[in-house]
């Protein structure tokens, strides 16, 4: 059975950096298209960022766009989401997503992926 793990939210301040990290068990990460999301009280989930399988095609949110790094390390089975300059708006649950459906992009829809994580907390308050 496929799990997608994410670690690395906390408390920062604004201004700060955070690296999130998502890591698979069941099957390798790097069998997988890889999304984030983020989701904050009250409100729907949001796209964050995506990368493909090879790690060549990244998106990203106008939103955190030149703040925000998608990367992917395979040998470690990983995807990071390098976080600078982070915002109050910031605050949210952080979602990994994985797409083992076929498909060469890096997809901006949570109806894109087949597997979700549990989420790590984001919060960004002085």
């Known amino acids: 059975q496929v799990q997608l793990v994410e670690a690395g939210g906390g408390l920062v301040q604004p201004g700060d950096s955070l690296r999130l990290s998502c890591t698979a068990s069941?099957?390798?990460?790097?069998?997988?298209?890889v999304g984030w999301f983020r989701q904050s009280p009250g409100k729907e989930r949001e796209f964050v960022a995506a990368?493909?399988?090879?790690?060549?095609?990244?998106e990203y949110s106008g939103s955190v766009r030149g703040r925000f790094t998608i990367s992917r390390d395979n040998a470690r089975n990983a995807v990071f989401l390098h976080m600078s300059n982070l915002k109050p708006e910031d605050r949210a649950v952080y979602y990994c997503?994985?797409?083992?459906?076929?498909?060469?992009?890096?997809?901006?829809?949570?109806?894109?992926?087949?597997?979700w994580g549990q989420g790590t907390q984001v919060t960004v308050s002085s």
């Open positions: 069941g099957r390798t990460l790097n069998s997988f298209a």
């Open positions: 997503a994985g797409r083992i459906r076929t498909g060469s992009e890096a997809y901006a829809w949570s109806s894109d992926y087949d597997y």
């Open positions: 990368i493909n399988r090879s790690g060549g095609k990244k």
